[in-house]
């Protein structure tokens, strides 16, 4: 972009334009995974649904690629893109609860901090994921689990009305009554469709929960997760426990014996009533004495920031994901094996539970198409120095490679990495992918949207 086309586009918008050039230009570019590091030709820092309207519609007609920014916390950073133009969200951040209606109106920049801490004064949440500086963007669009799955269901699923910007620069709005197909499509099928300025949820009574973390030595991960797989779907649906291999951080509330030490453990949810909790854990110990056990009653909020300054933004990260509907025998070992060679002290794994609720929709409901997976699993190479990033790179894709067998084929979009390719898009849209190429076509035909996991639009007969 030259000088007069930026130009151009400051005189279009009420937001600021950012160009290289410019001294916030570094800091502009800069998202949560550090590893990504590309030069966009500029960002068009949106304040309202007209600002996303122009911004889309001057990229068109300037013939420039375009990627969208909501939260930045894409772990292929698909937001930024060399010399395209990234329409940035983050400055609409705002969230208005209606706690008579128990919905949420949530501007498209908004983090996923914004959306607890307003809904918490009224008693109430909606599930979203885990990190509290992940936008509800993203999040939602690729579907969205966390804390409150097993009890409210995925974060699509408490979706009841967004404001989207087409391709072609125009505005709807969608739900189940209104574009229906394209309500549909969001709920699960990612950026593909339209840019959301504006999200609307169904909330549901959180406040205080119950939360825990269990321990065990790295080397009775056998054992703790031939517990865990039977123990966790079998549980009331307020009961809530990601599975996780990791070294402990060397922080509150763990002892200092046990700092960084390559464990297996249990992070833990309770929505139910308090003074049921521990009963609710009863069984914890028969995989072994656990090395620590820790339960507290905790504000909902303080729950969703407590990985924010262990994980902070600015680090080396490389994910890859699977979904998973069993934990056979023959993947313990590969767990073990992995967990006993975690290479940074902030490389981990996660199984994330996605039943109970989340299996009360039906299959065809949503764009999300693994309604029968249990887990929905994260394999990250973290650390904050650049020079180790081969390093977790490779741990992370050879631990995927080898569960990747135990797997359902297809991975939850938010944790595909970069490069994964078309094949993989296909296995985790399934039979979907084809109804979502048709909404891609009624939609963006052009496949204007397309730095994102694509799906591209059916070709017309």
């Not at 909606?126 to 804390?147: A, D, K, Q």
Request: charge should be negative; aromatic fraction near 12%.
């Amino acid at each position: 972009m030259d000088g007069a086309t930026l130009g151009s586009l400051r005189d279009a918008l009420h937001g600021p334009v950012i160009g290289p050039q410019d001294d916030a230009y570094d800091e502009t570019r800069a998202i949560y995974n550090a590893m990504i590091d590309r030069r966009p030709a500029a960002f068009a820092q949106c304040l309202d649904a007209a600002d996303v309207m122009q911004t889309v519609r001057f990229a068109r007609e300037q013939g420039l690629e375009m990627a969208v920014r909501g939260g930045g916390h894409s772990g292929p950073g698909l937001c930024l893109v060399n010399d395209a133009l990234t329409l940035d969200l983050t400055l609409m951040r705002s969230v208005r609860v209606d706690p008579a209606a128990r919905t949420a109106q949530v501007g498209g920049g908004s983090q996923l901090g914004d959306l607890d801490h307003a809904c918490h004064g009224f008693g109430l949440g909606t599930p979203t994921g885990i990190i509290s500086m992940t936008g509800v963007g993203g999040l939602t669009l690729g579907g969205g689990h966390g804390y409150l799955t097993r009890k409210y269901g995925l974060t699509a699923d408490n979706l009841l009305a967004a404001d989207v910007v087409l391709a072609d620069g125009t505005f709807v709005t969608t739900s189940e009554e209104e574009h229906p197909d394209l309500f549909w499509a969001l709920r699960g099928g990612g950026g593909n469709f339209g840019i959301v300025t504006s999200f609307t949820y169904r909330l549901h009574p959180v406040d205080t929960v119950g939360v825990g973390v269990t321990v065990w030595p790295v080397d009775r991960t056998r054992e703790v997760l031939t517990w865990y797989r039977d123990f966790l779907p079998g549980a009331p649906e307020d009961v809530y426990g990601f599975f996780t291999i990791f070294a402990v951080p060397p922080a509150p509330p763990f002892p200092e014996d046990l700092h960084g030490k390559k464990s297996c453990g249990i992070v833990w949810c309770y929505t139910g009533d308090l003074d049921r909790f521990e009963a609710a854990l009863k069984t914890v110990s028969d995989p072994g004495p656990p090395a620590f056990h820790f339960t507290t009653p905790m504000p909902y909020p303080a729950l969703q920031t407590m990985f924010d300054e262990l994980i902070p933004s600015g680090y080396q990260w490389y994910w890859r994901g699977d979904f998973f509907d069993r934990i056979p025998d023959t993947a313990l070992d590969v767990h073990l094996k992995y967990g006993e060679s975690i290479p940074t002290p902030l490389s981990l794994m996660h199984l994330y539970p996605i039943d109970a609720a989340a299996h009360q929709v039906g299959p065809d409901e949503t764009a999300w198409s693994y309604r029968d997976a249990l887990w929905s699993g994260v394999f990250a190479g973290i650390d904050p120095d650049p020079a180790n990033a081969e390093v977790i790179k490779r741990w992370c894709v050879d631990y995927w490679g080898e569960m990747h067998p135990h797997s359902m084929g297809g991975s939850y979009v938010n944790f595909m990495g970069e490069g994964e390719g078309q094949d993989r898009v296909r296995a985790t849209y399934r039979t979907h992918y084809d109804r979502l190429a048709h909404v891609k076509r009624a939609y963006d035909p052009d496949n204007f949207f397309h730095h994102n996991q694509n799906v591209e639009p059916v070709q017309a007969a």
